[in-house]
């Protein structure tokens, strides 16, 4: 049989193919020098042999080199990751890695708490696919100082009630102690009010004798500075209206920022964040006449939040007000943001509270009384706080007659370990921040036993590497 001429394409293909798709590419008919950016004759190979030799390609081959090789070391020192990167990093760890680095993660925690007398705390929040979602923290208390904190365990709840918080704690200490509960040891748990937290602490202490149980000073403050807020009703819509003003409106905002180069832009404050309510008062009784000027340089027509704040800026009594709220309830912000510090003794720690009480004795008017009965009422229900009180005096120095009936199943030598004992819970709301972090828009299959361990491992590194450090120091 005659000998089948090829097609042209399938000549130019295996040109490409043979010198490489970098060097040449075909377009349609015509083969394309990528590097020279020109035609390249392709009736006969002697025409690309000798477009290959010529000192335009060979400076361009050279070129190109030059590129890759910046390149490489462009991405081999480039510390910001790609998503692309990341997500095949991030399946290779889940698939290869994980169980070990999180057993391994958990064998530290063991190693540090094995032997250690723990304060507990507990919280839940709701994650965008809509689970419940229940954090465990534990910490060591120490005699001398703050102690270690680690996320031990999460887990997804059907619901929330005191039955699965009891269970969860439990589960949790059987975890930390695999081969028994050291009940004993179980000093102290914190927790915010819920009722439902309440009853599972009440329940608990049949099983942890020793155990007290606080609920989160900080949550406490965090309701009162929310019982604040209901009794200015039009400080709190002039808050809500101008935050809308603003929201999603880059024209208005670049406005502010040249008529106010000086001022920041009004807070928006979120009502679970303890405190910003306050804030963000205090930050209108600074700025009013500036807000004032603002608002009126709009339009009223171009948005309802517009007229709504120009009536609100309009209402008698609102710089009264103002000034009443800083004045007298700026302390609770500012209280807040000194619980959720790090290193504080248990007698700093009450101390703030204290200064709280006593400033709270002097308000007067119509709004100072009852605000600062629910002060009162929401201390006075927190019955293990009043006996970490009791506690601190006897740390400091004072006598108690009453002792015995204080301590109950406690010992003399387990009050050494609470000088250092929380009164919040804020530990548990940093593990929830970055749990939100770690559920990215791109990780929504991760299964949550896999999720969990990512997050127990990203909490915990660098408290492992803290207190290696701590034991260091104090070894030397």
């Given at each position: 049989?005659?000998?089948?001429?090829?097609?042209?394409?399938?000549?130019?293909?295996?040109?490409?193919?043979?010198?490489?798709?970098?060097?040449?590419?075909?377009d349609e008919s015509v083969l394309f020098c990528q590097l020279c950016e020109?035609k390249v004759s392709s009736e006969k190979k002697f025409n690309i042999t000798?477009?290959?030799?010529?000192?335009?390609?060979?400076?361009?081959?050279?070129?190109?080199?030059?590129?890759?090789?910046?390149?490489?070391?462009?991405?081999?020192?480039?510390?910001?990751?790609?998503?692309?990167?990341?997500?095949?990093?991030?399946?290779?760890?889940?698939?290869?890695?994980?169980?070990?680095?999180?057993?391994?993660?958990?064998?530290?925690?063991?190693?540090?708490?094995?032997?250690?007398?723990?304060?507990?705390?507990?919280?839940?929040?709701?994650?965008?696919?809509?689970?419940?979602?229940?954090?465990?923290?534990?910490?060591?208390?120490?005699?001398?100082?703050?102690?270690?904190?680690?996320?031990?365990?999460?887990?997804?709840?059907?619901?929330?009630?005191?039955?699965?918080?009891?269970?969860?704690f439990n589960k949790s200490m059987g975890i930390l102690w695999p081969n028994?509960?050291?009940?004993?040891?179980?000093?102290?748990?914190?927790?915010?009010?819920?009722?439902?937290?309440?009853?599972?602490?009440?329940?608990?202490?049949?099983?942890?004798?020793?155990?007290?149980?606080?609920?989160?000073?900080?949550?406490?403050?965090?309701?009162?500075?929310?019982?604040?807020?209901?009794?200015?009703?039009?400080?709190?819509?002039?808050?809500?209206?101008?935050?809308?003003?603003?929201?999603?409106?880059?024209?208005?905002?670049?406005?502010?920022?040249?008529?106010?180069?000086?001022?920041?832009?009004?807070?928006?404050?979120?009502?679970?964040?303890?405190?910003?309510?306050?804030?963000?008062?205090?930050?209108?009784?600074?700025?009013?006449?500036?807000?004032?000027?603002?608002?009126?340089?709009?339009?009223?027509?171009?948005?309802?939040?517009?007229?709504?704040?120009?009536?609100?800026?309009?209402?008698?009594?609102?710089?009264?007000?103002?000034?009443?709220?800083?004045?007298?309830?700026?302390?609770?912000?500012?209280?807040?943001?000194?619980?959720?510090?790090?290193?504080?003794?248990?007698?700093?720690?009450?101390?703030?509270?204290?200064?709280?009480?006593?400033?709270?004795?002097?308000?007067?008017?119509?709004?100072?009384?009852?605000?600062?009965?629910?002060?009162?009422?929401?201390?006075?229900?927190?019955?293990?706080?009043?006996?970490?009180?009791?506690?601190?005096?006897?740390?400091?120095?004072?006598?108690?007659?009453?002792?015995?009936?204080?301590?109950?199943?406690?010992?003399?030598?387990?009050?050494?370990?609470?000088?250092?004992?929380?009164?919040?819970?804020?530990?548990?709301?940093?593990?929830?921040?970055?749990?939100?972090?770690?559920?990215?828009?791109?990780?929504?299959?991760?299964?949550?036993?896999?999720?969990?361990?990512?997050?127990?491992?990203?909490?915990?590194?660098?408290?492992?590497?803290?207190?290696?450090?701590?034991?260091?120091?104090?070894?030397?």
């Amino acid at each position: 049989m005659p000998k089948v001429k090829s097609s042209l394409t399938c000549k130019l293909k295996s040109i490409v193919s043979e010198y490489g798709e970098e060097v040449f590419k075909v377009d349609e008919s015509v083969l394309f020098c990528q590097l020279c950016e020109c035609k390249v004759s392709s009736e006969k190979k002697f025409n690309i042999t000798q477009h290959l030799k010529t000192d335009k390609h060979i400076q361009a081959t050279k070129r190109h080199k030059n590129k890759i090789e910046k390149k490489q070391q462009f991405l081999t020192s480039y510390q910001k990751k790609n998503s692309f990167n990341v997500d095949l990093y991030q399946t290779t760890l889940r698939k290869l890695y994980v169980d070990d680095i999180y057993n391994e993660t958990m064998e530290n925690i063991r190693s540090k708490l094995s032997s250690k007398r723990i304060w507990v705390s507990i919280d839940e929040t709701t994650d965008v696919e809509g689970r419940y979602i229940a954090n465990v923290i534990v910490g060591s208390l120490e005699t001398d100082r703050q102690g270690v904190v680690f996320l031990l365990h999460t887990e997804e709840l059907e619901k929330t009630n005191f039955s699965t918080i009891s269970q969860l704690f439990n589960k949790s200490m059987g975890i930390l102690w695999p081969n028994g509960v050291q009940h004993e040891h179980v000093l102290l748990f914190v927790s915010d009010a819920a009722p439902y937290m309440v009853k599972a602490g009440t329940a608990l202490q049949v099983f942890y004798s020793k155990m007290l149980h606080v609920t989160c000073a900080a949550h406490g403050l965090h309701r009162v500075a929310e019982h604040v807020r209901s009794h200015f009703n039009s400080v709190d819509k002039l808050i809500a209206s101008v935050k809308q003003v603003f929201q999603k409106a880059p024209s208005r905002i670049q406005l502010f920022k040249n008529e106010l180069p000086r001022v920041h832009l009004p807070p928006e404050p979120i009502i679970t964040r303890w405190g910003t309510w306050i804030n963000a008062a205090a930050y209108y009784c600074e700025n009013i006449q500036a807000i004032r000027h603002i608002i009126g340089l709009l339009d009223q027509e171009d948005a309802i939040s517009i007229q709504k704040a120009k009536k609100c800026l309009d209402k008698p009594n609102l710089e009264n007000n103002l000034a009443y709220i800083k004045s007298n309830f700026s302390v609770l912000s500012v209280a807040i943001d000194k619980l959720q510090g790090k290193c504080l003794s248990l007698a700093t720690s009450l101390n703030i509270i204290k200064n709280i009480e006593e400033t709270f004795k002097t308000l007067n008017g119509e709004h100072g009384k009852p605000i600062n009965l629910k002060l009162k009422n929401v201390f006075e229900k927190n019955k293990g706080l009043s006996k970490l009180k009791q506690l601190s005096n006897i740390l400091d120095g004072e006598e108690n007659k009453n002792i015995g009936e204080l301590l109950g199943e406690l010992t003399c030598n387990d009050i050494v370990y609470f000088k250092y004992a929380p009164i919040v819970s804020v530990d548990v709301e940093r593990s929830f921040s970055t749990y939100k972090t770690l559920l990215a828009d791109n990780r929504r299959e991760f299964k949550f036993e896999n999720l969990a361990k990512h997050l127990i491992i990203q909490c915990n590194t660098q408290a492992l590497q803290d207190s290696d450090q701590s034991d260091y120091q104090t070894s030397e």
